[in-house]
Structure formats: structure tokens, C-alpha cells
Antibody
Framework: QVQVVESGGGVVQPGRSLRLSCAASGFSFSSYGMHWVRQAPGKGLEWVAVISYDGSNEYYAESVKGRFSISRDNSKNTLYLQMNSLRADDTAVYYC?????????????WGQGTLVTVSS | SYVLTQPPSVSVAPGQTARITCAENNIGSKSVQWYQQKPGQAPVLVVYDHNDRPSGIPERFSGSDSGNTATLTISRAEAGDEADYYCQVWHSSSVVFGGGTKLTVL
């Protein structure tokens, strides 16, 4: 069955970096766009970034543009999110989500999330 | 900026129909998705492309739109439907979520 499992979260000081990973299985990873979506404690969903199935296109939310970078390794069925210059308002659960049909920007499978806490 | 406006909360009695709205100018021209999120869990896609359901989602969940408003309708509401619901579209190379609606079944 389809699974996406995030890892790499933790507590990090403001200004530092962190890299999240998302291991995918149960589907043809290299055929689907993949997204990162986050949710601050007690708040709603906020989209972070998307990468196309082959890694040739990336789009970012304005709030993370220039600080975060999404990438993928199709040989390892793994999605990444490199987060630099972290701020307190980046504190959130970060979800990895699979696109429903390649590039429709609809999320049919989500991981359970990994918590990132930015605090001194 | 493109902002999807949802009511913060909606209440419904068991067995009745709940309607959750998502408003933005000309939303009917976009593909609208709805997600259900229960406490401590990841979101679940319940409606996509305005009114299609993924496998496993009951027919009680349906979507519609009219001009500037998209609506998620939950028929014969059950206690297990109590959750936060989010609408979502793709706009100008960005995913946009609504602010979310807490559905209470009482």
C-alpha cells in the first residue's frame, strides 16, 4: 500500500538549518509530483513547496522562498526539504504529501508528519 | 492575494445535513478539493475536482460550486464526521488552503 514517512524533525535554534526527508513506498514515486505542507500548533494547513515528478520544476510559498529548498532522489524514492535560516514561525508539523495524479496539485496520501520546533 | 474564506465553525445534529462553504472570486473556474482532519491525524482527501470522491469515501460527502462559492455537503451527519475541514485550490503556481472549518456534530 502507499506510504509516505517523514523524518528529520526536532528542536533547532533560530537561524540554523534542518533537512527533512520523506520515504515513499507502494507507488511509482518517479511518476508523481510531491509536496510539503505544514501546520503550526493549533493552526490551519499551509502549503510549503512542490516538486515535479522528475525534479525539473519547483514552486514555493512566499513565506519560505529563498530559505527552503525542495528536492527528490527518484533512485531512493525519497523527498527532501532543506530548511535554512529557520525562524520561530517555521515551528510546525511538516507533512509530505503525494499528488493524486502526477501533477494535479491534489493530495491523496499524507504522512503522519514530523514536528519542527524552532526555539532558542 | 488569493484567499479562500471558510466559516470557522459549523454545527449539525446527527442525521442532518451539514454544509461548509469556501468563498473566493470565481472559485467555480478552479478545481476545488476538500480535506478532513481529525485531531492528531493527517488530513484525508474527501472530495476532489469539485465533486469526485476517492475510493473509500462515503457517498454522504459531496461537493458543489456556484460562481464564487464552493460547498462541501455532508449528508446524514455522524459523530465520526466531527473534524476540521479545509478547501484547497491551485492558483498562480501556488497551493492555497482555506482557513478551515470545525464541524461539530451535536
Amino acid at each position: 500500500q502507499v506510504q509516505v514517512v517523514e523524518s528529520g524533525g526536532g528542536v533547532v535554534q533560530p537561524g540554523r538549518s534542518l533537512r527533512l526527508s520523506c520515504a515513499a513506498s507502494g507507488f511509482s514515486f518517479s511518476s508523481y509530483g510531491m509536496h510539503w505542507v505544514r501546520q503550526a500548533p493549533g493552526k490551519g494547513l499551509e502549503w510549503v513547496a512542490v516538486i515535479s515528478y522528475d525534479g525539473s520544476n519547483e514552486y514555493y510559498a512566499e513565506s519560505v522562498k529563498g530559505r527552503f529548498s525542495i528536492s527528490r532522489d527518484n533512485s531512493k524514492n525519497t523527498l527532501y526539504l532543506q530548511m535554512n535560516s529557520l525562524r520561530a514561525d517555521d515551528t510546525a508539523v511538516y507533512y509530505c504529501a503525494k499528488d493524486r495524479t502526477g501533477a494535479r496539485n491534489q493530495f491523496d496520501y499524507w504522512g503522519q508528519g514530523t514536528l519542527v520546533t524552532v526555539s532558542s | 492575494s488569493y484567499v479562500l474564506t471558510q466559516p470557522p465553525s459549523v454545527s449539525v445534529a446527527p442525521g442532518q445535513t451539514a454544509r461548509i462553504t469556501c468563498a473566493e472570486n470565481n472559485i467555480g473556474s478552479k478545481s476545488v478539493q476538500w480535506y478532513q482532519q481529525k485531531p492528531g491525524q493527517a488530513p484525508v482527501l474527501v472530495v476532489y475536482d469539485h465533486n469526485d470522491r476517492p475510493s473509500g469515501i462515503p457517498e454522504r460527502f459531496s461537493g458543489s460550486d456556484s460562481g464564487n462559492t464552493a460547498t462541501l455537503t455532508i449528508s446524514r451527519a455522524e459523530a465520526g464526521d466531527e473534524a476540521d475541514y479545509y478547501c484547497q485550490v491551485w492558483h498562480s503556481s501556488s497551493v492555497v488552503f482555506g482557513g478551515g472549518t470545525k464541524l461539530t456534530v451535536l
